[in-house]
């Protein structure tokens, strides 16, 4: 009998923003329907693989399973505007939009930055990050915790590593908000003609990191900054400032939204098992796995697309060549066949094999750094919170790409720092 799951579920933003990731349809799709092909209105139509292993196979076959047409599946308004011409971001591609081999030549370009033994020369900076967001809060109060923490932290420690200045910090969260408003109406503003503010929006940030690369390579620091706008490629040639200036981005935009949703979305899972948090607080050499825990629980990357370059067959079904599938990681994420209790928040699973970062050819660059983040941030909270309890319902984004919370209000009391 076939399985009466409505696709809309897995792709329309609204339904994210009003029931969350849908790990109801998910469970019985990995159960009865491992390979869904979803057809809707608005969106064109996709299959969705939901099982940890196929997710595996097919992140290790970028020989098959394609990047170049883009990781997400497009609603129909979307798909008629991808001709469009005009602003910055046109000729621009990023390594998420790439095949082997072009793809590991732009990857090598910053995977130096990106290793643990480098990131650890931002421990200090990142540690005093989640210090000074902390410190903000005062002593005691109510706040909303995304607003306040989740997403300044991670602004902090990206504009370090690509060199903004504290000062422009504010302008950069608002114009990347404006040009990456997923599709939430409380993001966008009323009224607005879309694709202009689109083209004045990419100029003004264009501007911007141009003023950053001519700084960096007149005076080269010890940043990813300068090691964008240094780079040569294989052959030898320097990166071209479409490739420079879409590498800005693509770290910028892939390192804030996933991290804040991920803190976001651990803090939320905290508030509503406080054992779990006082399991931190009392042991918090926990710490790296209970990161683990929260990037595996929010799955901030709900899915990424693939376009298959040739006929694949997978569970009986025939995926043709020029089709899309999108592999949803929040669903390997509550996979039995790999997790025990998949549906407990443990905050010392072990081993821990989640799919929150991917897998294969296009697995996060920028792992360790949002890891070493998200982790500073929670032994900081974990160290001086007296009281944390929830102030309010909680609400989500209208996203299903980078999915997360749009607010937890919380109310707190915190210890002043002692060392
Ligand atoms: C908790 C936070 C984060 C999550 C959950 C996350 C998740 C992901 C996922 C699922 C992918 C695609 C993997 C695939 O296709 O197999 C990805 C790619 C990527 N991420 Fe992250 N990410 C996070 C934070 C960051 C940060 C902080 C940075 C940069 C500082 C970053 C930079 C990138 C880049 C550049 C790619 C593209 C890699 C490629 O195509 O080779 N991410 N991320």
């Given at each position: 009998?076939?399985?009466?799951?409505?696709?809309?579920?897995?792709?329309?933003?609204?339904?994210?923003?009003?029931?969350?990731?849908?790990?109801?349809?998910?469970?019985?799709?990995?159960?009865?329907?491992?390979?869904?092909?979803?057809?809707?209105?608005?969106?064109?139509p996709?299959?969705?693989?939901?099982?940890?292993?196929?997710?595996?196979?097919?992140?290790?076959?970028?020989?098959?399973?394609?990047?170049?047409?883009?990781?997400?599946?497009?609603d129909?308004?979307?798909?008629?505007?991808?001709?469009?011409?005009?602003?910055?971001?046109?000729?621009?591609?990023?390594?998420?939009?790439?095949?082997?081999?072009?793809?590991?030549?732009?990857?090598?370009?910053?995977?130096?930055?990106?290793?643990?033994?480098?990131?650890?020369?931002?421990?200090?900076?990142?540690?005093?990050?989640?210090?000074?967001?902390?410190?903000?809060?005062?002593?005691?109060?109510?706040?909303?915790?995304?607003?306040?923490?989740?997403?300044r932290?991670?602004?902090?420690?990206?504009?370090?590593?690509?060199?903004?200045?504290?000062?422009?910090?504010?302008?950069?969260?608002?114009?990347?908000?404006?040009?990456?408003?997923?599709?939430d109406?409380?993001?966008?503003?009323?009224?607005?003609?879309?694709?202009?503010?689109?083209?004045?929006?990419?100029?003004?940030?264009?501007?911007?990191?141009?003023?950053?690369?001519?700084?960096?390579?007149?005076?080269?620091?010890d940043?990813?900054?300068?090691?964008?706008?240094?780079?040569?490629?294989?052959?030898?040639?320097?990166?071209?400032?479409?490739?420079?200036?879409?590498?800005?981005?693509?770290?910028?935009?892939?390192?804030?939204?996933?991290?804040?949703?991920?803190?976001?979305?651990?803090?939320?899972?905290?508030?509503e098992?406080?054992?779990?948090?006082?399991l931190l607080?009392?042991?918090?050499?926990?710490?790296?796995?209970?990161?683990?825990?929260?990037?595996?629980?929010?799955?901030?990357?709900?899915?990424?697309?693939?376009?298959?370059?040739?006929?694949?067959?997978?569970?009986?079904?025939?995926?043709?060549?020029?089709?899309?599938?999108?592999?949803?990681?929040?669903?390997?994420?509550?996979?039995?066949?790999?997790?025990?209790?998949?549906?407990?928040?443990?905050?010392?699973?072990?081993?821990?094999?989640?799919?929150?970062?991917?897998?294969?050819?296009?697995?996060?660059?920028?792992?360790?750094?949002?890891?070493?983040?998200?982790?500073?941030?929670?032994?900081?909270?974990?160290?001086?919170?007296?009281?944390?309890?929830?102030?309010?319902?909680?609400?989500?984004?209208?996203?299903?790409?980078?999915?997360?919370?749009?607010?937890?209000?919380?109310?707190?009391?915190?210890?002043?720092?002692?060392?």
């Amino acid at each position: 009998m076939a399985i009466e799951i409505d696709p809309n579920d897995l792709i329309v933003p609204r339904n994210y923003g009003v029931g969350g990731q849908p790990h109801d349809a998910w469970t019985r799709l990995r159960k009865e329907a491992p390979v869904y092909w979803c057809e809707t209105e608005d969106y064109e139509p996709f299959f969705a693989i939901t099982r940890h292993a196929d997710i595996m196979d097919i992140s290790g076959k970028p020989q098959i399973f394609s990047n170049l047409d883009g990781p997400i599946i497009l609603d129909n308004v979307q798909a008629a505007n991808r001709e469009a011409e005009g602003t910055p971001f046109d000729q621009m591609r990023t390594i998420i939009q790439m095949d082997p081999p072009e793809h590991r030549d732009f990857r090598k370009v910053a995977s130096g930055f990106f290793t643990p033994r480098n990131i650890h020369h931002l421990d200090e900076i990142v540690a005093r990050s989640a210090r000074q967001q902390i410190d903000k809060l005062g002593e005691e109060g109510e706040c909303d915790f995304v607003e306040k923490i989740s997403q300044r932290h991670p602004l902090r420690v990206l504009s370090t590593i690509l060199g903004i200045d504290p000062d422009q910090e504010e302008r950069v969260l608002e114009l990347t908000q404006q040009l990456f408003a997923s599709d939430d109406p409380d993001l966008q503003r009323e009224g607005e003609d879309r694709e202009a503010a689109i083209r004045e929006l990419g100029l003004e940030f264009f501007a911007l990191f141009n003023g950053i690369v001519e700084d960096r390579r007149a005076n080269p620091r010890d940043d990813l900054a300068s090691m964008l706008a240094n780079a040569k490629m294989a052959d030898g040639e320097a990166m071209g400032p479409a490739e420079t200036f879409g590498y800005y981005l693509i770290v910028f935009t892939a390192g804030h939204d996933t991290t804040r949703n991920a803190i976001s979305g651990g803090l939320s899972a905290f508030l509503e098992r406080p054992e779990q948090f006082d399991l931190l607080r009392k042991n918090p050499e926990l710490s790296k796995k209970a990161v683990e825990e929260v990037v595996r629980w929010s799955s901030p990357v709900n899915y990424m697309r693939r376009t298959m370059l040739e006929d694949v067959e997978l569970h009986g079904q025939t995926m043709r060549k020029g089709q899309h599938l999108a592999m949803f990681y929040a669903s390997a994420n509550r996979d039995d066949a790999v997790f025990d209790k998949p549906f407990d928040f443990d905050i010392t699973r072990h081993p821990n094999r989640h799919l929150g970062f991917g897998t294969g050819e296009h697995f996060c660059l920028g792992a360790h750094v949002a890891r070493l983040s998200a982790r500073a941030l929670f032994l900081e909270l974990a160290n001086r919170v007296e009281l944390l309890e929830p102030a309010g319902d909680p609400s989500m984004i209208e996203s299903s790409f980078v999915v997360g919370h749009k607010a937890v209000p919380v109310r707190y009391e915190i210890r002043p720092a002692t060392n």
